[in-house]
């Protein structure tokens, strides 16, 4: 080990150790550029080997800004993927893609139509240590969770002839995620996290009401998670709960965390990323009933709205929060990523002057209350 590798994670303990870390979920907003070598990418004009040469060059640029903001944990800006959720095609097999209408307009879908297999399973390690190799700050990754996939990618019509029923492809796509935790450690990523925003939409009414029992399938979302992630103890292992990201247009669900707490208290994590700026995501009082072994982070940024909230707003968001639950286990992030969609359209230096935000407001809070 060089004395510069060295120098890195002694600076990366000691900002991962105070107080008030700073982290995002997970996309960054993509610039034009970007969107359209995708769309050559789709359409066939891009080679593979051209699009990872692109890649390369720009996956630094994502790294730079976070660390230019001021954040302790960061991702990649996830500009390798097309999908957050369709990620899951890039390391395993099985899968038809669809596209309804043209272009970057149009909706790219993939359905299970055929047993799922590991395809290139490395290839996720591959670009977590290409990233971890270039930032000075640790690295996280995030995956979908099996109940997401199992809502999104399987189709009755089409997938029941493989799997006969939704469950039954979630069960079979947990080794293949355990798989992407278990190298993504070994790779020494920082945090692994499953996004789960569906179990975050049980807290919405009408989302409960098409459920013959709504706390039952949200405790089989819990086992899913926990199934993937048991036993893997050599990273921190995180789940991201929204209410559907729209970016501009919004969100999805409403509801408070309460309606979902037994759930969130069964899941066996060491973080959960929740969101706090908007609305309809209700107090901050919940966080008392979770268990002390959890640290929150803390969504005190809005990732939707074009408004960039000041340091002093952040602040009392964190010290809100601070009368349910202790400074210790809170991290601060933003609700979501801000590229929830391949199209999505806030620019790149709104999600700077955001995240730079977070991180003086970070600075504040530490000075505040050491």
Request: glycine share 6%; hydrophobic share 40%; net charge neutral.
């Amino acid at each position: 080990m060089t004395h510069a590798t060295h120098a890195t994670q002694a600076t990366q303990a000691t900002r991962e150790s105070r107080l008030f870390p700073t982290t995002v979920v997970g996309s960054l907003p993509r610039p034009l550029w970007l969107k359209e070598l995708f769309d050559g990418i789709h359409e066939g004009r891009v080679s593979d080997g051209e699009r990872e040469r692109l890649l390369d060059m720009a996956v630094p640029s994502a790294i730079a800004l976070q660390e230019a903001a001021g954040v302790d944990v960061i991702t990649d800006g996830e500009w390798r993927r097309f999908s957050y959720v369709a990620v899951i095609t890039d390391v395993a097999t099985g899968f038809k893609r669809e596209l309804s209408g043209q272009g970057r307009d149009g909706k790219y879908w993939h359905t299970v139509t055929g047993e799922v297999k590991p395809g290139n399973p490395a290839v996720l390690a591959q670009h977590a240590r290409f990233a971890i190799e270039r930032a000075k700050v640790p690295v996280k990754v995030a995956l979908p969770s099996p109940y997401l996939l199992s809502v999104r990618m399987w189709d009755e019509g089409v997938s029941r002839e493989i799997y006969p029923t939704r469950e039954a492809f979630a069960d079979a796509i947990i080794p293949i995620l355990r798989a992407q935790v278990l190298a993504l450690a070994e790779a020494g990523v920082h945090t692994v996290q499953l996004d789960d925003p569906h179990l975050c939409l049980f807290v919405d009414p009408q989302v409960r009401a098409k459920f013959k029992d709504a706390d039952a399938e949200a405790m089989h979302c819990v086992s899913l998670i926990n199934r993937v992630f048991e036993g893997i103890t050599n990273v921190r292992k995180a789940v991201h709960l929204c209410r559907r990201n729209k970016g501009r247009q919004g969100w999805i669900g409403e509801g408070s965390y309460d309606a979902i707490m037994p759930a969130l208290r069964a899941l066996d994590v060491n973080q959960l990323m929740m969101e706090f700026t908007i609305p309809a995501a209700g107090d901050t009082r919940c966080l008392r009933e979770l268990p002390e072994r959890v640290n929150i982070g803390l969504g005190c940024v809005d990732c939707r709205g074009a408004v960039i909230d000041s340091p002093e707003t952040i602040v009392a968001r964190v010290e809100h929060a601070m009368e349910h639950v202790d400074k210790a286990r809170i991290t601060l992030a933003p609700d979501c990523g801000f590229a929830p969609g391949n199209a999505a359209d806030i620019p790149v230096d709104e999600a700077y002057e955001k995240l730079r935000n977070m991180a003086r407001a970070a600075v504040i809070l530490r000075e505040r209350h050491r």
